[in-house]
């Protein structure tokens, strides 16, 4: 695998300019011309996954299971659903109908918002970095994508692969650091999306601020699990530890933390031991040649060892470590309180601290004491609890008995809210992220018959004529409805339509029997 070159800086004004020459060029208002990049998009993937699993094995020790199930395959069919799509999603919409406005024909035009900037992250640099650019070439965008430095063999296997497949007149690759970094956030965007951490996203925000460009950001957190004592106990542990140890916990939505009742506390720990040691049969346990991913770089292992090292809760399982390789052994920690090092910041590896409260009522109030996180999860069998506490937290996300996979669902937004991030992608959402939704009336010179008010001198006729287009009000509430009062209403409401149904019943049947009579 070649070394990543880095853009040189004096060139990145000279993409910056020829790329908005291939967006005024007017290329990609054609969906067929949409259409042919997704599909050359979906066939780089295809032709090249061999390459890209060993991108991925070589930047972040991804088994090759892994490389394929989160991202070459997860990549493949977002942008093949995108390609499927796309003639759909651009179509203009009309909105309903509407008495005072129909007759102007209003409509939406679905329009690109011109040259658009992705800065990708490492621990997904393939899904989080092509899915994107499908999204963006859908909605008729030119694109400069950013891969992050710290996976060298994708971003400089991408750099190679791009050229081959896409127009070059509308996809560029630049590679490099901070110093191209910050030159191509000193340029003028028509939008900006930052997959990464919350540091730089400030950067990132206030350079867009410069030129008001609008901003998605997809950025991380605390994301916590509340545990129901009264949950699949086996499965939970199973899927927790699996999004927990998948690419050695540096996934934006990995469990960052369990909120468990004190009293189940014991349980809980010996389940996700008995998971621990199923997934890691054989001697050599997660170490084994092509088991487990390794931590990015050197700067990221020693951050995660110094916040095990620093815990004062106890180790279950695990907590080797490894500098040379930048092994850290999946590890769950117990008895963890507020203000522990493990608690002190996002973890993003793969050490997962077990939290003990009295009970769902203390989850929720030390979820809601903390930043939004990009997820939140529940293991319950109750649809009540489940439902309080999605009723009663914010999030990105609220996911139930499951973790990490909801990123890649059909149909669903990916995004956070608050600190963890905000602007959503992923499907129609990324789509719907890179468009520009243009309003439109077409008036005809007979409306003024009706709207011919408006023009001066103004009198107190016209006046008069305008507020005829006033809505109607319903009756003024006598105050604001209870919960009892409302209950009883859908009760009355309910045994009128059963005595309703009783009564059709009845008549039906004494029809029938005078017949036969």
């Known amino acids: 695998m070649p070394e990543l070159v880095y853009t040189p800086l004096e060139d990145i004004d000279k993409i910056h300019a020829e790329l908005r020459t291939g967006f005024q060029s007017g290329k990609l208002k054609p969906i067929a011309y949409r259409k042919y990049q997704l599909l050359q998009l979906a066939y780089l993937v295809k032709d090249n996954s061999k390459r890209l699993e060993e991108a991925l094995a070589k930047d972040l020790g991804r088994p090759p299971l892994e490389g394929h199930f989160l991202e070459i395959s997860a990549t493949l069919t977002e942008v093949t659903n995108t390609y499927c799509n796309v003639a759909k999603w ?21 329009v690109p918002k011109g040259v658009v900037l992705i800065i990708s992250p490492f621990n997904y640099p393939m899904y989080l970095a092509l899915g994107p650019l499908a999204a963006a070439l859908a909605a008729g965008n030119a694109a400069v994508l950013k891969p992050s430095e710290s996976s060298p063999a994708m971003s400089s296997l991408l750099a190679e692969l791009i050229p081959k497949y896409l127009d070059s007149d509308l996809v560029r690759v630049v590679n490099g650091a901070v110093p191209e970094s910050t030159k191509l956030l000193d340029l003028q965007w028509d939008h900006i999306m930052y997959t990464g951490g919350y540091r730089v996203a400030k950067i990132v925000a206030a350079a867009a601020a410069k030129y008001l460009t609008p901003l998605t950001l997809e950025l991380g957190g605390k994301s916590p699990v509340i545990i129901d004592p009264d949950c699949d106990l086996a499965m939970a542990a199973r899927r927790i530890l699996w999004g927990k140890v998948v690419n ?11 909120l468990v009742p004190r009293s189940f506390q014991d349980k809980f720990v010996a389940a996700l031991k008995s998971a621990y040691e199923s997934f890691y049969p054989g001697p050599e346990g997660p170490s084994a040649p092509e088991a487990y991913s390794r931590i990015i770089t050197p700067q990221a292992f020693k951050r995660i060892k110094g916040l095990l090292d620093n815990t004062k809760g106890s180790v279950v399982f695990g907590g080797e470590t490894d500098e040379a390789s930048k092994f850290i052994a999946p590890t769950a920690v117990r008895d963890v309180k507020e203000g522990d090092s493990l608690m002190s910041e996002e973890i993003f590896g793969p050490v997962l601290p077990i939290v003990p409260v009295e009970n769902v009522d203390e989850a929720i109030a030390f979820v809601n004491a903390h930043d939004h996180p990009l997820a939140l999860y529940v293991f319950s069998q109750n649809p009540e609890f489940k439902a309080k506490v999605f009723n009663n937290t914010q999030s990105g996300a609220a996911v139930a008995n499951e973790t990490v996979i909801h990123t890649a669902a059909e149909g669903l937004p990916f995004g956070g809210v608050g600190t963890s991030g905000y602007g959503a992608h992923t499907g129609k959402y990324g789509f719907d992220t890179f468009t520009h939704f243009r309003a439109s009336l077409d008036s005809s010179s007979w409306i003024d018959k009706i709207l011919g008010f408006r023009y001066p001198p103004y009198t107190k006729a016209k006046l008069k ?8 009000l319903p009756a003024r ?9 409302r209950s009883k209403w859908w009760g009355k409401w309910f045994f009128l339509a059963f ?4 009564a059709g019943g009845l008549t039906k049947r004494l029809k029938t029997s005078s017949r036969s009579s």
């Open 477 to 485: 509430p006598a105050g604001p409805p209870s919960a009892t009062a």
């Open 90 to 110: 651009a179509k203009p919409e009309k909105p309903g109908f509407s008495l005072n406005w129909t007759v102007m024909r209003p409509i939406v035009y679905k």
């Open 248 to 258: 050695a916990g540096q996934t934006c939505v990995a469990p960052d933390y369990i």
């Open 465 to 472: 004529a305008s507020l005829k287009l006033l809505p109607r």
């Open 499 to 502: 005595v309703v149904a009783i």
